[in-house]
C-alpha cells in the first residue's frame, strides 16, 4: 500500500512528536491544547494521522499497559526529526484563513430580520469575551509556571501573543457591529439599516 500524502496536519503531529512520546489520547489533548486556535481539526483525523508517519518511518509506535487498559504511544524517529527540519525550511508564508460561521450569518443577514442579527453579533461577543478570558488564564498560567515546556517558551510567546491580540481584535470589532445595528430599525438601507460612516476608511 502507498504511504498516505503528508499535510501540514501530519506535520502539527510530528511537531508534537518531536516533544516526547504520546498516546493518541494525550495528542489528542495536547493539540486541543496548544493547537485548536490555530489548526483545529476533528479528532477522528488526529487519530489517524499517527499511523500515516509510522507508515512513512517518520514515527514508530509500541503499547503500553496501565492494569489492563492498553495505549499506543507513538514517538518520534530520526527520519521523522529529519523530516520536520525539512517542512521548517519552507517558510509557509500563507496567511491565516478564517472558518467563521457566525460571520457568514452577519453578511447574509439581509436575508434575515434585525432580530437575528443582533442574537448572532451578541454570541460573538460573548465568544470573543470567552476566548479572551481562557488566553488571559493560559498567559497568566505562563508567567507564574513558564507552563509544562519551559524550554518552549519564547515560540509560545509568539504564537500567544497573535492569539490574543486576535481575539481582542474580534472583541472590538464584535462591540463596534452591536453598537451600530443597535441604531438600525432593519437590515436593508430600505428598512433602517444604514453604511456605517467608518466601515471603509479609517476615522
Same mark, same amino acid.
Not at 526529526?81 to 509557509?92: N, T
Not at 460571520?103 to 443577514?109: E, M, R
Not at 498560567?141 to 509560545?156: C, F, H, K, M, Q
Given at each position: 500500500m502507498a504511504a498516505r500524502e503528508l499535510t501540514t496536519t501530519s506535520y502539527a503531529i510530528l511537531s508534537l512528536l518531536g516533544v516526547r512520546p504520546w498516546t493518541t489520547y494525550e495528542l489528542k489533548q495536547q493539540m486541543d491544547r496548544s493547537l485548536r486556535s490555530m489548526w483545529p481539526r476533528a479528532a477522528s483525523v488526529l487519530y489517524e494521522e499517527p499511523k500515516k508517519l509510522v507508515e512513512r518511518g517518520l514515527a514508530?509506535?509500541?503499547?503500553?499497559?496501565?492494569?489492563?487498559?492498553?495505549?499506543?504511544?507513538?514517538?518520534?524517529?530520526?527520519?521523522?526529526? @529529519? $523530516? +520536520?527540519?525539512?517542512?521548517?525550511?519552507?517558510?509557509? /508564508?500563507?496567511?491565516?484563513? !478564517?472558518?467563521? @460561521? $457566525? +460571520?457568514?450569518?452577519?453578511?447574509?443577514?439581509?436575508? /434575515?430580520?434585525?432580530?437575528? !442579527?443582533?442574537a448572532t453579533l451578541r454570541e460573538i461577543s460573548a465568544d470573543a469575551e470567552r476566548r479572551l478570558?481562557?488566553?488571559?488564564?493560559?498567559?497568566?498560567?505562563?508567567?507564574?509556571?513558564?507552563?509544562?515546556?519551559?524550554?518552549?517558551?519564547?515560540?509560545?510567546?509568539?504564537?500567544?501573543?497573535?492569539?490574543?491580540?486576535?481575539?481582542?481584535?474580534?472583541?472590538?470589532?464584535?462591540?463596534?457591529?452591536?453598537?451600530?445595528v443597535a441604531t438600525w430599525t432593519g437590515v436593508t438601507q430600505e428598512t433602517g439599516a444604514r453604511v456605517p460612516p467608518d466601515a471603509f476608511s479609517e476615522g
Open positions: 514508530r509506535s509500541h503499547v503500553e499497559y496501565t492494569g489492563q487498559r492498553k495505549s499506543t504511544v507513538y514517538e518520534i524517529t530520526p527520519q521523522g526529526r @529529519e $523530516a +520536520l527540519r525539512a517542512w521548517l525550511d519552507k517558510p509557509g /508564508g500563507a496567511g491565516p484563513v !478564517l472558518e467563521f @460561521e $457566525a +460571520l457568514v450569518k452577519v453578511a447574509f443577514a439581509d436575508h /434575515g430580520d434585525l432580530a437575528q !442579527l443582533r478570558a481562557a488566553t488571559a488564564d493560559r498567559m497568566a498560567e505562563y508567567e507564574a509556571t513558564s507552563g509544562p515546556y519551559p524550554d518552549r517558551l519564547p515560540v509560545i510567546a509568539l504564537t500567544a501573543r497573535l492569539l490574543r491580540e486576535q481575539n481582542e481584535l474580534l472583541l472590538r470589532w464584535a462591540q463596534w457591529a452591536e453598537a451600530e
